[in-house]
Nanobody
Framework: QVQLVESGGGLVQPGGSLRLSCAAS????????MSWYREAPGKERELVAA????????NYVDSVKGRFTISRDNAKNTVSLQMNSLKPEDTAVYYC????????????WGQGTQVTVSS
Protein backbone atom coordinates (compact mmCIF):
# COMPACT_ATOMS: atom_id res chain seq x y z
CA GLN A 1 0.00 0.00 0.00
CA VAL A 2 1.16 3.51 -0.85
CA GLN A 3 0.64 6.55 1.37
CA LEU A 4 0.91 10.05 -0.09
CA VAL A 5 1.62 13.22 1.87
CA GLU A 6 1.22 16.58 0.13
CA SER A 7 2.68 19.96 1.02
CA GLY A 8 3.24 23.41 -0.46
CA GLY A 9 -0.30 24.77 -0.75
CA GLY A 10 -1.21 28.26 0.34
CA LEU A 11 -2.36 31.73 -0.65
CA VAL A 12 -0.64 33.48 -3.56
CA GLN A 13 -1.32 36.56 -5.67
CA PRO A 14 -2.28 36.34 -9.37
CA GLY A 15 0.86 35.99 -11.45
CA GLY A 16 2.74 34.40 -8.59
CA SER A 17 4.29 30.96 -8.29
CA LEU A 18 3.86 27.99 -6.01
CA ARG A 19 5.46 24.56 -5.82
CA LEU A 20 3.50 21.56 -4.58
CA SER A 21 5.23 18.41 -3.38
CA CYS A 22 3.99 14.88 -2.76
CA ALA A 23 6.02 12.38 -0.75
CA ALA A 24 5.25 8.67 -1.14
CA SER A 25 5.89 6.03 1.49
CA UNK A 26 6.94 2.42 1.08
CA UNK A 27 8.76 0.65 -1.71
CA UNK A 28 8.06 0.50 -5.41
CA UNK A 29 7.55 4.19 -6.17
CA UNK A 30 9.08 3.72 -9.62
CA UNK A 31 6.25 1.29 -10.48
CA UNK A 32 3.61 4.01 -10.22
CA UNK A 33 2.54 6.65 -12.67
CA MET A 34 1.92 9.89 -10.79
CA SER A 35 -0.48 12.73 -11.38
CA TRP A 36 -1.98 15.88 -9.90
CA TYR A 37 -5.72 16.58 -9.85
CA ARG A 38 -7.65 19.58 -8.62
CA GLU A 39 -11.18 20.16 -7.40
CA ALA A 40 -12.67 23.64 -7.38
CA PRO A 41 -15.88 24.51 -5.48
CA GLY A 42 -18.90 23.23 -7.36
CA LYS A 43 -16.81 21.38 -9.94
CA GLU A 44 -15.72 17.79 -10.39
CA ARG A 45 -12.15 16.72 -9.78
CA GLU A 46 -10.10 17.16 -12.97
CA LEU A 47 -6.72 15.90 -14.12
CA VAL A 48 -4.12 18.68 -14.17
CA ALA A 49 -0.85 16.92 -14.99
CA ALA A 50 0.51 13.39 -15.24
CA UNK A 51 3.96 11.83 -15.47
CA UNK A 52 5.02 8.31 -16.39
CA UNK A 53 6.74 5.96 -13.95
CA UNK A 54 10.24 6.77 -15.22
CA UNK A 55 9.48 10.45 -15.82
CA UNK A 56 9.98 10.27 -19.57
CA UNK A 57 6.48 11.34 -20.57
CA UNK A 58 4.19 14.10 -19.29
CA ASN A 59 0.70 15.36 -20.07
CA TYR A 60 -1.17 18.52 -19.06
CA VAL A 61 -4.68 19.85 -19.26
CA ASP A 62 -4.84 22.63 -21.85
CA SER A 63 -5.57 25.34 -19.29
CA VAL A 64 -2.18 24.91 -17.56
CA LYS A 65 0.12 24.13 -20.49
CA GLY A 66 3.13 26.41 -20.49
CA ARG A 67 2.52 27.44 -16.87
CA PHE A 68 2.71 24.22 -14.84
CA THR A 69 5.46 21.60 -14.81
CA ILE A 70 5.22 18.15 -13.25
CA SER A 71 8.39 16.30 -12.26
CA ARG A 72 9.44 13.34 -10.13
CA ASP A 73 12.50 12.16 -8.26
CA ASN A 74 12.34 8.38 -7.94
CA ALA A 75 15.40 8.33 -5.68
CA LYS A 76 13.52 10.48 -3.15
CA ASN A 77 10.03 9.05 -3.80
CA THR A 78 8.59 12.46 -4.58
CA VAL A 79 6.57 14.16 -7.29
CA SER A 80 6.25 17.93 -7.65
CA LEU A 81 4.08 20.44 -9.46
CA GLN A 82 5.69 23.78 -10.24
CA MET A 83 2.95 26.34 -10.84
CA ASN A 84 3.84 29.66 -12.46
CA SER A 85 1.74 32.60 -13.67
CA LEU A 86 -1.08 31.55 -11.38
CA LYS A 87 -4.60 32.74 -12.09
CA PRO A 88 -7.66 33.01 -9.83
CA GLU A 89 -9.25 30.15 -11.77
CA ASP A 90 -6.43 27.91 -10.54
CA THR A 91 -7.93 28.10 -7.05
CA ALA A 92 -8.80 24.58 -5.92
CA VAL A 93 -7.86 21.72 -3.66
CA TYR A 94 -4.99 19.88 -5.32
CA TYR A 95 -4.59 16.12 -4.94
CA CYS A 96 -1.68 13.79 -5.63
CA UNK A 97 -2.49 10.38 -7.15
CA UNK A 98 -0.42 7.23 -7.63
CA UNK A 99 -1.47 4.53 -10.10
CA UNK A 100 0.21 1.16 -10.38
CA UNK A 101 1.47 0.75 -13.94
CA UNK A 102 0.17 -2.85 -14.12
CA UNK A 103 -3.43 -2.03 -13.16
CA UNK A 104 -5.53 1.09 -13.66
CA UNK A 105 -7.76 0.07 -10.74
CA UNK A 106 -4.94 0.02 -8.17
CA UNK A 107 -4.49 3.64 -7.16
CA UNK A 108 -3.98 5.87 -4.13
CA TRP A 109 -4.88 9.47 -3.28
CA GLY A 110 -3.28 12.08 -1.08
CA GLN A 111 -5.29 14.12 1.42
CA GLY A 112 -5.35 17.25 -0.73
CA THR A 113 -3.88 20.71 -0.22
CA GLN A 114 -5.61 24.06 -0.72
CA VAL A 115 -4.30 26.51 -3.32
CA THR A 116 -5.90 29.95 -3.32
CA VAL A 117 -4.97 32.57 -5.93
CA SER A 118 -6.28 35.97 -4.89
CA SER A 119 -5.15 39.55 -4.38
Amino acid sequence: QVQLVESGGGLVQPGGSLRLSCAASGLGFSSYAMSWYREAPGKERELVAAISSAGGSTNYVDSVKGRFTISRDNAKNTVSLQMNSLKPEDTAVYYCKAQWIMSSSKLYWGQGTQVTVSS
